[in-house]
């Protein structure tokens, strides 16, 4: 089955909520306090959507991933906001193993496309599980920082090559 990633459609809205509920469904079982059920409404997504901040992996049976890619995030990096990609949102089908890696990899390039030299993300310092999954993607640790009214979030930052 090919998969295309490129950028989110309104119409895409449905299918990426359905695959963010399972994930907060999923981290809720596990024990594991990183999204809040609801917390991303359908309101939200389409405003974002329509910024072009959302990206979608697309297979044969329609979106099958999803993440945000922003420029800046003053709210969690603080004075360390460097001009970066930064990836927020990442949520993949289950069924669909590997491919976070990819899309991790897919917002490397456009990072580097538009001229930025790190890619960067965050999670709540508790989910050791994904910390870990960051470190095997090539991200380093740059350290934790309160946000987002009191999580405590651990932030990654990947160095990227450069397009010739």
């Known amino acids: 089955m090919e998969i295309v990633i490129g950028r989110a459609l309104p119409g895409d809205v449905p299918a990426i909520l359905r695959i963010r509920r399972a994930a907060e469904d999923w981290l809720a079982a596990a024990g594991i306090r990183q ?18 901040e959302w990206q979608v992996a697309r297979g044969d049976a329609g979106v099958c991933g999803a993440l945000r890619l922003l420029w800046s995030d003053e709210a969690v990096w603080q004075a ?25 990899d897919w917002a490397g390039e456009r990072a580097v496309e538009a001229g930025a030299s790190l890619l960067r993300l965050d999670c709540v310092s508790h989910n050791t599980r994904l910390r870990q999954y960051y470190l095997d993607q090539g991200f380093r ?24």
């Not at 999204?35 to 072009?52: M, S, V």
């Not at 906001?81 to 930064?86: D, E, K, L, R, T």
């Not at 920082?145 to 010739?164: D, P």
């Open 35 to 52: 999204w809040q059920p609801g917390w991303l409404t359908a309101e939200r997504l389409d405003a974002e959507i329509g910024r072009g």
């Open 141 to 164: 640790e740059f350290g934790e920082r309160a946000a987002y009214g009191g999580w405590t979030m651990a932030l990654f930052e990947k160095r990227l090559g450069t397009v010739c």
């Open 80 to 104: 360390d906001n460097a001009f970066a990609g930064y990836v927020h949102g990442l949520v993949i089908d289950r069924r669909h193993t590997g491919l976070g890696s990819r899309m991790l």
